[in-house]
């Protein structure tokens, strides 16, 4: 047999594994989830699981690095120099980045989901935001709280596009956080 299949056959059980947890989030919090639920969810056997995790806590954790990685490399693909204030860009391809990760990012950033996941989310996007900002801007007294206001607000952005069920495209969430964005920094000029 091909490394091709057997990696075929990892990625779809860790994909149905993804699934069933993001299913188990919107009923429960992640310190609820047992790994038989889980498996019995998505009909595999525990050892099955157990192949690619050592527990619900571990496979979280896997799925936060990958998707954390992933958004750090959106976030900072983009160098201030290419924006020139103007972060549309950007924040198109971060809002196409939580559609194509809906499911996680929904279970993720729930109320059943992982605050501190979310919170690593705010740090990232404050460090990139702060280090251009300041760059861009004289730092005003009133800085350190634009910044946290904006990132606090583009990520209940997020939230509340994730519950509705992102009826909207990525273009446009991503149009409406550049005005909110843009708006805001008004104050700090």
């Not at 990696?7 to 994909?15: E, H, L, N, P, S």
Request: charged share 30%; glycine share 6%.
């Amino acid at each position: 047999m091909g490394n091709d299949k057997i990696d075929r056959r990892v990625r779809k059980t860790k994909k149905q594994l993804r699934q069933g947890l993001t299913k188990l989030l919107e009923e429960k919090s992640i310190k609820d989830i047992t790994v038989r639920e889980l498996s019995d969810l998505v009909d595999i056997n525990r050892g099955t699981f157990y192949l690619h995790y050592k527990d619900v806590f571990d496979m979280v954790e896997q799925i936060e690095k990958e998707m954390f990685e992933n958004f750090r490399s959106v976030l900072y693909e983009y160098p201030l120099e290419v924006l020139k204030g103007k972060p549309l860009p950007m924040l198109i391809d971060i809002f196409r980045f939580v559609k194509e990760n809906s499911d996680m990012c929904r279970g993720l950033i729930s109320k059943n989901g992982d605050i501190s996941f979310v919170n690593r989310l705010e740090e990232l996007v404050k460090e990139r935001c702060l280090s251009d900002w300041m760059k861009i801007f004289n730092k005003s007294e009133n800085f350190e709280y634009y910044c946290s206001f904006i990132v606090s607000g583009s990520i209940g952005l997020l939230q509340r596009w994730l519950e509705t069920g992102l009826k909207e495209s990525p273009e446009h969430m991503a149009d409406l956080a550049e005005q909110m964005i843009m708006t805001g920094i008004k104050v700090i000029q």
